[in-house]
Antibody, heavy 114, light 107 residues
Framework: EVQLVESGGGLVQPGGSLRLSCAAS????????MDWVRQAPGEGLEWVGR??????????EYAASVEGRFTISRDDSKNSLYLQMNSLKTEDTALYYC?????WGQGTLVTVSS | DIQMTQSPSSVSASVGDRVTITCRAS??????LVWYQQKRGKAPKLLIY???TLESGVPSRFSGSGSGTDFTLTISSLQPEDFATYYC?????????FGRGTEVEIK
């Protein structure tokens, strides 16, 4: 059974940093591109970014709203996806999902507030 | 960036009704369009990819059509479990972009 489990969310002050993790199981993680998608409270879905597979040189893509502040990485040996978030803003407050496209985790909540 | 415009933003319908949701891309995305369903408090669920291919396990009352810039999601006979918010997403280029969603409500 495919499972994606996010962790690492919490309350952080504006300007702070946070690292989210996503533990994958039930499939060959290294073969798949992985995305982060977020959803602000009461709002729609916003694509955050992607990390491709080793076959595509672990290339990353980002939304303009997070480019330069967020970094997506992966550790295929640990079946894990990461989202390093720096210089956090109040507008980054959201539920953060990791997704393979066809499978989604349940999300981890990030709240940016003073 | 490609803008995805969904309409309507909400629709009230009864069980058994046919419901149609449209999604328009700001430029040609071929058939690179995905539809998701999201129920309150839950993660999104993939319904349709490549504009018209039904994901495994999704009921056949869901169908997708379109190519280029104009796309449609149709629920042929609305069931109680279909009340949710539906999102389209273009998968043609980066950054990936979602529509703002269509909430299907009980009439």
């Amino acid at each position: 059974e495919v499972q994606l489990v996010e962790s690492g969310g919490g309350l952080v002050q504006p300007g702070g940093s946070l690292r989210l993790s996503c533990a994958a199981s039930g499939f060959t993680f290294s073969d798949h591109y992985m995305d982060w998608v977020r959803q602000a409270p009461g709002e729609g879905l916003e694509w955050v970014g992607r990390v491709k597979s080793k076959a595509d040189s672990y290339t990353t893509e980002y939304a303009a709203s997070v480019e330069g502040r967020f970094t997506i990485s992966r550790d295929d040996s640990k079946n894990s996806l990461y989202l390093q978030m720096n210089s956090l803003k109040t507008e980054d407050t959201a539920l953060y999902y990791c997704t393979r496209g066809d499978y989604w985790g349940q999300g981890t909540l990030v709240t940016v507030s003073s | 960036d490609i803008q995805m415009t969904q309409s309507p933003s909400s629709v009230s319908a009864s069980v058994g009704d046919r419901v149609t949701i449209t999604c328009r891309a700001s430029q040609d995305i071929s058939s690179h369009l995905v539809w998701y369903q999201q129920k309150r408090g839950k993660a999104p669920k993939l319904l349709i990819y490549a504009a018209s291919t039904l994901e495994s396990g999704v009921p056949s009352r869901f169908s997708g059509s379109g190519s280029g810039t104009d796309f449609t999601l149709t629920i042929s006979s609305l069931q109680p479990e279909d009340f949710a918010t539906y999102y389209c997403q273009q998968a043609n280029s980066f950054p990936r972009t979602f529509g703002r969603g269509t909430e299907v409500e009980i009439k």
